[in-house]
Protein backbone atom coordinates (compact mmCIF):
# COMPACT_ATOMS: atom_id res chain seq x y z
CA UNK A 1 0.00 0.00 0.00
CA UNK A 2 2.51 2.41 0.97
CA UNK A 3 4.79 1.38 -1.91
CA UNK A 4 1.55 2.31 -3.64
CA UNK A 5 1.17 5.78 -2.26
CA UNK A 6 4.71 6.57 -3.57
CA UNK A 7 3.91 5.89 -7.10
CA UNK A 8 0.98 7.52 -7.37
CA UNK A 9 2.48 10.66 -5.78
CA UNK A 10 5.68 9.83 -8.15
CA UNK A 11 2.90 10.45 -11.30
CA UNK A 12 1.55 13.51 -9.51
CA UNK A 13 4.80 15.03 -9.85
CA UNK A 14 5.34 14.36 -13.08
CA UNK A 15 1.90 15.48 -14.43
CA UNK A 16 3.25 18.64 -12.83
CA UNK A 17 6.21 18.68 -14.98
CA UNK A 18 4.13 20.14 -17.71
CA UNK A 19 4.43 23.27 -16.93
CA UNK A 20 7.51 23.61 -17.85
CA UNK A 21 8.17 26.40 -20.55
CA UNK A 22 8.44 23.80 -23.32
CA UNK A 23 6.24 21.39 -22.19
CA UNK A 24 2.78 20.27 -23.67
CA UNK A 25 0.74 22.24 -20.65
CA UNK A 26 -3.10 22.76 -21.51
CA UNK A 27 -3.78 26.56 -21.13
CA UNK A 28 -7.22 27.35 -20.76
CA UNK A 29 -6.36 31.09 -20.26
CA UNK A 30 -3.85 33.66 -21.30
CA UNK A 31 -3.69 37.07 -20.25
CA UNK A 32 -1.19 39.93 -20.87
CA UNK A 33 -0.46 42.25 -17.87
CA UNK A 34 0.25 45.60 -19.35
CA UNK A 35 3.46 46.34 -19.91
CA UNK A 36 6.06 49.16 -17.51
CA UNK A 37 7.12 51.61 -19.88
CA UNK A 38 11.14 52.16 -19.33
CA UNK A 39 12.64 55.72 -18.90
CA UNK A 40 12.66 58.31 -21.71
CA UNK A 41 15.79 58.14 -23.95
CA UNK A 42 15.57 54.58 -24.81
CA UNK A 43 11.93 54.51 -26.71
CA UNK A 44 13.69 52.37 -29.91
CA UNK A 45 11.74 49.75 -30.05
CA UNK A 46 13.17 46.00 -30.08
CA UNK A 47 11.61 43.23 -32.27
CA UNK A 48 11.48 40.27 -30.62
CA UNK A 49 9.59 38.12 -33.19
CA UNK A 50 10.34 35.64 -35.10
CA UNK A 51 11.23 36.10 -39.05
CA UNK A 52 11.26 33.31 -41.95
CA UNK A 53 12.81 33.48 -45.43
CA UNK A 54 11.55 30.50 -47.75
CA UNK A 55 14.06 27.79 -48.34
CA UNK A 56 15.92 29.30 -45.34
CA UNK A 57 17.31 26.07 -42.76
CA UNK A 58 16.55 26.80 -39.11
CA UNK A 59 17.66 24.45 -36.62
CA UNK A 60 17.70 23.99 -32.83
CA UNK A 61 19.18 21.72 -30.43
CA UNK A 62 16.66 21.48 -27.17
CA UNK A 63 17.33 19.49 -23.95
CA UNK A 64 15.87 18.83 -20.78
CA UNK A 65 16.99 17.52 -17.73
CA UNK A 66 14.78 16.02 -15.19
CA UNK A 67 15.71 14.88 -11.39
CA UNK A 68 13.11 14.14 -8.56
CA UNK A 69 12.70 12.50 -5.35
CA UNK A 70 9.64 11.30 -3.60
CA UNK A 71 9.62 10.81 0.21
CA UNK A 72 7.47 8.79 2.66
CA UNK A 73 7.46 10.33 5.65
CA UNK A 74 9.25 7.48 8.35
CA UNK A 75 9.58 4.79 5.01
CA UNK A 76 12.98 5.31 3.87
CA UNK A 77 13.27 1.95 2.03
CA UNK A 78 10.34 3.66 0.14
CA UNK A 79 11.97 6.85 -0.42
CA UNK A 80 12.60 6.76 -4.54
CA UNK A 81 14.72 9.27 -6.52
CA UNK A 82 14.59 9.54 -10.76
CA UNK A 83 16.37 11.30 -13.25
CA UNK A 84 15.43 11.51 -16.80
CA UNK A 85 17.21 13.28 -20.06
CA UNK A 86 16.45 14.19 -23.42
CA UNK A 87 17.74 15.58 -26.43
CA UNK A 88 16.23 16.45 -29.45
CA UNK A 89 17.55 18.58 -32.97
CA UNK A 90 15.07 19.76 -35.22
CA UNK A 91 14.35 21.68 -38.31
CA UNK A 92 12.58 24.30 -39.14
CA UNK A 93 12.60 24.92 -42.87
CA UNK A 94 10.09 27.91 -44.25
CA UNK A 95 8.51 26.51 -47.58
CA UNK A 96 6.09 29.41 -48.66
CA UNK A 97 4.32 32.39 -47.43
CA UNK A 98 0.16 32.52 -47.66
CA UNK A 99 0.05 36.61 -47.54
CA UNK A 100 1.70 37.67 -44.21
CA UNK A 101 1.76 34.25 -42.87
CA UNK A 102 4.77 31.57 -43.09
CA UNK A 103 4.50 28.16 -43.65
CA UNK A 104 7.14 26.45 -42.03
CA UNK A 105 8.31 22.34 -42.26
CA UNK A 106 9.41 20.52 -38.89
CA UNK A 107 11.41 18.00 -38.72
CA UNK A 108 13.11 15.73 -35.79
CA UNK A 109 16.05 14.91 -36.75
CA UNK A 110 18.11 13.33 -34.06
CA UNK A 111 16.83 11.96 -30.52
CA UNK A 112 18.28 11.35 -27.70
CA UNK A 113 16.70 10.20 -24.64
CA UNK A 114 17.59 8.15 -20.85
CA UNK A 115 15.50 7.31 -17.95
CA UNK A 116 16.15 6.10 -14.40
CA UNK A 117 14.55 5.04 -11.38
CA UNK A 118 10.99 6.58 -12.53
CA UNK A 119 9.15 2.94 -11.61
CA UNK A 120 8.15 2.03 -15.09
CA UNK A 121 8.95 -1.62 -15.21
CA UNK A 122 11.57 -2.20 -18.27
CA UNK A 123 11.74 1.89 -18.81
CA UNK A 124 15.22 1.99 -17.75
CA UNK A 125 18.14 2.54 -19.96
CA UNK A 126 19.49 5.39 -22.38
CA UNK A 127 18.05 5.75 -26.44
CA UNK A 128 19.97 7.34 -29.37
CA UNK A 129 18.70 7.64 -32.85
CA UNK A 130 22.36 8.08 -34.46
CA UNK A 131 23.11 3.89 -32.88
CA UNK A 132 22.24 0.98 -35.12
CA UNK A 133 18.50 -0.04 -35.10
CA UNK A 134 19.49 -3.00 -35.41
CA UNK A 135 20.05 -2.98 -32.02
CA UNK A 136 16.80 -1.26 -30.85
CA UNK A 137 15.57 -5.24 -29.51
CA UNK A 138 17.70 -5.13 -26.99
CA UNK A 139 16.43 -1.29 -26.10
CA UNK A 140 13.34 -0.68 -23.93
CA UNK A 141 12.90 2.80 -25.19
CA UNK A 142 13.15 2.09 -28.77
CA UNK A 143 9.91 1.18 -29.46
CA UNK A 144 8.88 4.24 -28.24
CA UNK A 145 11.12 7.12 -29.70
CA UNK A 146 12.94 5.66 -33.05
CA UNK A 147 9.77 5.69 -34.59
CA UNK A 148 9.52 9.84 -33.99
CA UNK A 149 13.05 10.63 -35.67
CA UNK A 150 12.15 11.88 -39.19
CA UNK A 151 8.59 12.89 -38.96
CA UNK A 152 7.83 16.17 -39.99
CA UNK A 153 4.68 18.61 -38.88
CA UNK A 154 3.71 21.62 -41.23
CA UNK A 155 2.88 24.86 -39.05
CA UNK A 156 1.81 27.98 -40.41
CA UNK A 157 3.36 31.20 -38.28
CA UNK A 158 1.36 34.49 -38.36
CA UNK A 159 2.86 37.92 -39.12
CA UNK A 160 3.24 38.37 -34.99
CA UNK A 161 5.34 35.16 -34.46
CA UNK A 162 2.45 32.84 -33.53
CA UNK A 163 1.54 29.27 -34.41
CA UNK A 164 -1.67 29.20 -35.79
CA UNK A 165 -2.24 25.82 -37.28
CA UNK A 166 -0.27 22.50 -36.79
CA UNK A 167 -0.58 19.41 -39.22
CA UNK A 168 1.07 16.20 -38.70
CA UNK A 169 0.29 15.55 -35.25
CA UNK A 170 -1.90 12.53 -36.09
CA UNK A 171 1.09 10.56 -37.30
CA UNK A 172 2.83 10.26 -33.92
CA UNK A 173 1.30 7.87 -30.87
CA UNK A 174 1.57 8.11 -27.40
CA UNK A 175 4.29 7.45 -25.26
CA UNK A 176 5.15 7.08 -21.63
CA UNK A 177 8.70 8.42 -22.32
CA UNK A 178 8.91 11.97 -20.38
CA UNK A 179 5.23 12.31 -22.50
CA UNK A 180 7.88 12.99 -25.51
CA UNK A 181 5.05 11.31 -27.78
CA UNK A 182 2.60 12.74 -26.59
CA UNK A 183 3.51 16.43 -26.86
CA UNK A 184 4.42 15.76 -30.40
CA UNK A 185 1.06 14.46 -30.70
CA UNK A 186 -0.99 17.40 -30.15
CA UNK A 187 -0.97 20.86 -31.43
CA UNK A 188 -1.43 22.51 -28.17
CA UNK A 189 2.11 19.69 -27.30
CA UNK A 190 3.95 21.80 -30.31
CA UNK A 191 3.04 24.85 -30.17
CA UNK A 192 4.25 24.98 -26.28
CA UNK A 193 7.19 23.34 -27.32
CA UNK A 194 8.37 25.92 -29.84
CA UNK A 195 6.61 28.29 -27.33
CA UNK A 196 10.15 30.25 -26.98
CA UNK A 197 10.49 30.54 -30.26
CA UNK A 198 7.06 32.31 -30.85
CA UNK A 199 6.62 36.03 -29.64
CA UNK A 200 8.20 35.86 -26.24
CA UNK A 201 5.48 36.27 -23.79
CA UNK A 202 2.86 36.60 -26.01
CA UNK A 203 3.38 39.85 -26.20
CA UNK A 204 3.16 42.21 -29.23
CA UNK A 205 6.59 41.42 -30.61
CA UNK A 206 8.40 44.40 -29.92
CA UNK A 207 9.40 46.16 -26.55
CA UNK A 208 12.20 49.02 -25.49
CA UNK A 209 15.26 48.39 -23.48
CA UNK A 210 13.95 48.32 -20.24
CA UNK A 211 10.39 47.58 -20.68
CA UNK A 212 9.14 44.49 -18.95
CA UNK A 213 5.78 42.67 -19.41
CA UNK A 214 3.84 39.84 -17.18
CA UNK A 215 1.73 37.07 -18.84
CA UNK A 216 -1.12 35.11 -16.55
CA UNK A 217 -1.83 31.67 -17.53
CA UNK A 218 -4.65 29.01 -15.83
CA UNK A 219 -3.34 25.62 -16.47
CA UNK A 220 -5.48 22.32 -16.17
CA UNK A 221 -4.10 19.55 -14.29
CA UNK A 222 -5.52 16.44 -12.68
CA UNK A 223 -5.67 17.89 -9.47
CA UNK A 224 -6.46 21.28 -10.12
CA UNK A 225 -5.93 24.49 -11.70
CA UNK A 226 -2.32 26.26 -11.59
CA UNK A 227 -2.14 29.42 -11.99
CA UNK A 228 1.18 30.49 -13.49
CA UNK A 229 2.71 34.36 -13.16
CA UNK A 230 5.77 35.13 -15.62
CA UNK A 231 7.71 38.10 -15.82
CA UNK A 232 9.97 39.08 -18.59
CA UNK A 233 11.71 42.23 -19.28
CA UNK A 234 14.56 43.30 -22.38
CA UNK A 235 17.66 44.05 -20.22
CA UNK A 236 19.63 44.94 -23.24
CA UNK A 237 20.12 44.95 -26.72
CA UNK A 238 23.97 45.21 -28.06
CA UNK A 239 25.23 43.98 -30.87
CA UNK A 240 22.27 42.54 -32.41
CA UNK A 241 21.51 40.20 -29.50
CA UNK A 242 18.59 41.48 -26.99
CA UNK A 243 19.15 39.81 -23.38
CA UNK A 244 15.34 38.80 -21.80
CA UNK A 245 15.39 37.62 -18.05
CA UNK A 246 12.08 35.64 -17.11
CA UNK A 247 11.01 34.96 -14.17
CA UNK A 248 8.01 32.59 -13.17
CA UNK A 249 5.59 31.66 -10.41
CA UNK A 250 3.03 28.53 -10.12
CA UNK A 251 0.09 28.75 -7.41
CA UNK A 252 -2.05 25.59 -7.23
CA UNK A 253 -5.76 26.19 -6.59
CA UNK A 254 -6.62 23.04 -4.90
CA UNK A 255 -10.15 23.37 -4.21
CA UNK A 256 -10.59 23.35 -7.92
CA UNK A 257 -9.42 19.41 -8.40
CA UNK A 258 -11.25 16.21 -6.75
CA UNK A 259 -8.24 14.55 -6.90
CA UNK A 260 -6.07 17.03 -5.10
CA UNK A 261 -8.04 17.46 -2.31
CA UNK A 262 -8.56 13.89 -2.16
CA UNK A 263 -4.93 13.11 -1.68
CA UNK A 264 -4.41 16.27 0.35
CA UNK A 265 -1.59 18.05 -2.64
CA UNK A 266 -0.37 21.01 -1.61
CA UNK A 267 2.27 23.09 -4.08
CA UNK A 268 4.88 24.44 -1.26
CA UNK A 269 7.22 25.93 -3.43
CA UNK A 270 7.17 26.37 -7.01
CA UNK A 271 9.36 28.93 -9.22
CA UNK A 272 11.50 29.24 -12.42
CA UNK A 273 13.92 31.39 -13.68
CA UNK A 274 16.31 31.85 -17.15
CA UNK A 275 17.40 34.12 -19.51
CA UNK A 276 16.97 34.41 -23.40
CA UNK A 277 18.99 35.69 -25.97
CA UNK A 278 17.44 37.11 -29.60
CA UNK A 279 19.11 37.46 -32.29
CA UNK A 280 17.10 40.52 -34.13
CA UNK A 281 19.37 40.58 -36.96
CA UNK A 282 18.39 36.64 -37.74
CA UNK A 283 15.10 36.81 -36.18
CA UNK A 284 15.41 34.02 -34.35
CA UNK A 285 16.03 32.53 -30.82
CA UNK A 286 19.89 32.22 -30.17
CA UNK A 287 20.11 30.58 -26.57
CA UNK A 288 17.44 30.08 -23.82
CA UNK A 289 17.91 28.02 -20.20
CA UNK A 290 15.37 28.23 -17.83
CA UNK A 291 15.62 26.52 -14.81
CA UNK A 292 12.51 24.90 -13.07
CA UNK A 293 12.02 23.62 -9.13
CA UNK A 294 8.52 22.42 -7.41
CA UNK A 295 8.58 20.99 -3.98
CA UNK A 296 4.59 19.14 -3.22
CA UNK A 297 3.47 17.38 -0.16
CA UNK A 298 0.09 14.91 -0.08
CA UNK A 299 -1.30 13.34 3.01
CA UNK A 300 -3.16 10.35 1.27
CA UNK A 301 -4.52 7.62 3.54
CA UNK A 302 -2.89 9.54 6.62
CA UNK A 303 0.75 8.84 4.76
CA UNK A 304 3.08 12.12 4.23
CA UNK A 305 4.46 11.87 0.77
CA UNK A 306 6.57 14.84 -0.17
CA UNK A 307 7.98 15.11 -3.72
CA UNK A 308 10.70 17.64 -5.35
CA UNK A 309 11.29 18.08 -8.94
CA UNK A 310 14.27 20.16 -10.47
CA UNK A 311 14.49 20.76 -14.19
CA UNK A 312 16.77 21.99 -16.99
CA UNK A 313 16.02 23.51 -19.75
CA UNK A 314 18.32 24.84 -22.86
CA UNK A 315 17.40 26.12 -26.24
CA UNK A 316 20.69 26.62 -28.72
CA UNK A 317 19.95 27.48 -32.08
CA UNK A 318 22.66 25.74 -34.40
CA UNK A 319 25.10 26.90 -36.86
CA UNK A 320 25.83 25.39 -40.19
CA UNK A 321 27.64 22.27 -39.91
CA UNK A 322 26.70 21.55 -35.82
CA UNK A 323 25.42 18.51 -34.86
Known amino acids: MKRTVARIMLGIGMSLLVVAPTSAASVSMHE ?9 GRSA ?3 LRPRFKVGEDVRLRLSTQEMTKT ?25 GKEEKNSIVEMKIESLKASLKGA ?3 GADGTFDSTSPASKDAQNPLAGALRPL ?4 FTLVFDANGNITSVKGTEKVG ?18 MLLS ?3 TPGKSSGEATVGQTWTTRDVIDSPFGRLNMTTDYKLASHVGNVADVPIQGKLVLDSESGEMGQSLGVKLKKSDYSGRMKWDTDRGMIQTMEVNQSIVLEASPGGQ ?8 NTKITRLTAGSK
Open 32 to 40: RVAAHQPER
Open 45 to 47: KVD
Open 71 to 95: SLAGESGLNQDSSSSREMVISLRCT
Open 119 to 121: GID
Open 149 to 152: VGQS
Open 174 to 191: DSAMGGVAGQLGSVSGVQ
Open 196 to 198: PIT
Open 304 to 311: SVSFTQTN
